[in-house]
């Protein structure tokens, strides 16, 4: 039985491997050994935060700092991205962040290193992220064409979902006998590393640079992307859902190790082992988006894949078992990373070469936007109320997104 119309099926002839690409299979060695290392700042910088305060509110605050300077500054991302050699622009965004993370590991072995260094720290970090990144997406295209980009998108969540496997339960293992420092100097060589694999790969485009844009030539280009995303009906309806998905998932990851310290009264370990779990599912929805992205039609397994993200959530908050707890949390988050490999795949897709760095950085920007009042939020409610009825919150505020998501007929009924 044909489930869909023809037009939807694969074409007989199969479309070369992305890692045939000899720039992408450099590329792909250097962000796979990097993810290494962010692996263990995500999960070392919060716990050391977390044991220097003891609050949920100071540990929210620190993925603040992580991510809303990111998604302010992803707009000047993908500006420069469109103007600028790409790969020097990563390779000095990869510098400063090698620096930063040295700086980390010295103040701490030399133990001045506090929480206002911290905060500042990952707003360094956060902002050269925002320019990699815009380097990133119009790189992808550029290397493989832009309907390879929904693979190497999948295949790059893959790896940093393998790397937070197996970093996760060694970081927190070293976390507790040895404290942070091992994966703050880890982590600064991961990016020396990155760099490395970056300078080996002749061009990342564009074809012509025209220089660093000017404060006018910044404000068209921002115009020009939030023009190109509202023209998009469906493209413009992903990044509402993604807007309200995002309240809630960072609200809920923001207070995940309170959650767990003070629901599960878990270990600085057992907490790494259920970042592994959670990686473990996040590798199985990256591998399902890479293998069939191309095969189901965008719309019906996008609107599916909210829903039984939501149903799978809403266990984490009724068992009494971390394990448990685990096994629902990476279930939903295989969910999760499937979404994210279809949609950031679309926009690729769809958008011109020259558009992809100014459209994604105007789609970050609205994607994030809710981001530091919801970590504040759910902060506050589990400081002040309780862990357990901040994710609550999370999960009944999912479940309706996925809901208005599925009822919504520009996601549900998009074949591009």
């Known amino acids: 039985m044909v489930r869909y119309p023809p037009r939807f099926m ?19 060695a250097g962000q796979s050994l990097s993810f290494v290392g962010d692996g263990l700042r995500m999960l070392s910088v919060p716990l050391l935060a977390y044991h220097l305060t003891h609050s949920a509110l100071s540990t929210g605050t620190a993925l603040i700092c992580e991510v809303a300077p990111f998604s302010l500054f992803a707009l000047v991302g993908g500006s420069l991205a469109d103007r600028l050699d790409r790969r020097k622009l990563m390779i000095g965004c990869d510098a400063v962040r090698f620096a930063v993370m040295s700086l980390f590991a010295i103040t701490y072995a030399m133990h001045v290193l506090t929480l206002p260094m911290i905060y500042g720290g990952l707003v360094i970090i956060s902002i050269c992220a925002a320019g990699f990144l815009g380097g990133q997406s119009s ?17 790059l969540l893959a790896a940093e979902s393998t790397s937070n496997l197996v970093t996760p339960a060694i970081g927190g293992a070293l976390f507790a006998y040895l404290g942070p420092l091992p994966a703050l100097t880890i982590n600064a060589l991961t990016y020396l590393g990155s760099q490395l694999s970056l300078v080996s790969i002749p061009s990342l485009g564009p074809e012509k640079t025209t220089g660093l844009p000017t404060l006018r030539h910044f404000l068209s280009d921002v115009a020009l992307g939030y023009r190109a995303l509202w023209s998009d009906l469906g493209m413009r309806a992903q990044a509402f859902v993604a807007f309200t998905l995002n309240i809630f998932g960072f609200g809920c990851y923001a207070i995940l190790i309170p959650f767990l310290k003070k629901g599960f009264d878990a270990t600085d370990q057992q907490v790494g082992f259920f970042f592994a779990i959670s990686a473990l599912g996040a590798i199985g929805g990256a591998s399902v988006a890479a293998r069939y992205a191309e095969r189901w039609p965008l719309g019906l397994s996008l609107t599916r894949a909210y829903l039984i993200d939501a149903i799978l959530f809403i266990p984490v908050v009724l068992v009494s078992n971390i394990w ?14 499937f979404e994210i490999a279809q949609i950031i795949g679309f926009r690729m897709r769809v958008t011109p070469e020259h ?22 939020f759910f902060g506050w409610v589990a400081d002040h109320r309780s862990p357990h009825l901040a994710m609550s919150i999370a999960c009944i505020g999912t479940a309706a997104v996925a809901i208005a998501a599925f009822l919504t007929p520009a996601i549900r009924n998009e074949l591009r």
């Open 324 to 337: 448990l707890a685990a096994f629902f949390w990476a279930s939903s988050n295989a969910l999760a990373n």
């Open 139 to 155: 790189s992808i295209p550029y290397l493989l064409g832009s309907k390879q980009s929904t693979k190497a998108i999948a295949m």
């Open 10 to 28: 694969v074409s007989e002839v199969s479309a070369p491997s992305i890692f045939a690409s000899r720039g992408f299979r450099r590329y792909f």
């Open 355 to 376: 558009m992809v760095g100014r459209l994604m950085g105007a789609v970050r920007l609205l994607v994030l936007a809710g981001m530091a009042p919801s970590v504040t």
